[in-house]
């Protein structure tokens, strides 16, 4: 919601065109309001008073790395050119709590980096490295070493199959193509939920699968079948899911 409706065009939104817009969707005003709480804790953005109603505000972080899961629906990860070189980081944290801890592995997956062990992360290019490193940066008393290197034993699947789990991935994949093949909205608010649904739900693939390139793949991989999906989708859904939120805004504010 934030992502495909807010954070393009600003930081804030008034708490009460939240709670209707999700209400849209089935949450009831309590389920979105302990969810914008929640993310307040998480630190992903702040809640303040401002003439008589709440105003949400996403903190900087959690702006960008919704721009960029934006950016994902238009701009695919390009596999094309990949070089066979991994971005291995070596994430090293002392005196963190568990809480942090928890944080920087969250934002680690967020980014799509697969995980073996022992603080070492790995990414097939050197996709998003500033904003990882970034991310890296703001925990205290986290220190990372960032390689670029060849796999040379085990074999790259192995590896690959260790890191990310590939069966997981697919199966969320073929979930997406099975839900939003089917889907036949007609109204302005039915398209407004099935887009809504449908970024959210591509969101979580690509952020699962950070482009992992073709040659570590299974030869069916549905990762292109869903690209193609989210395109079509896309050129017919989208618009008319911004304009019901746009009158819902104008609405609720008046």
Known sequence: MLGEYVAPENSTVPQAILVKALGALGHSPAAVRQAISRSAREGALTTTRRGGGAVVELREQARVMLLRGAKALDTPADDTDWDGLWSVFVVRTQGQDQRSRYRLRTSMLLEGLGYLGNGVWLAPHRRFHDEILSALSAEPGTEVTV?????????????????????????????????????????????????????????????????????VLRPDWPRDRGRELVVARRATWRAPAHAFFTTLAENTAQ
Request: net charge negative.
């Open 147 to 215: 390689l670029s290197s060849r796999i040379e034993h085990p074999e790259v699947l192995d590896v690959v199959e260790r890191a990310w789990d590939l069966d997981a991935i697919a199966q969320r994949y073929d979930r997406f193509i099975d839900e939003f093949d089917q889907r036949a909205p007609t109204t302005d608010q039915e398209f407004f939920a099935a887009w809504t649904e449908l970024v959210h739900a591509w969101r979580e693939c690509v952020i699962t699968e950070p482009g992992l390139p073709a040659e």
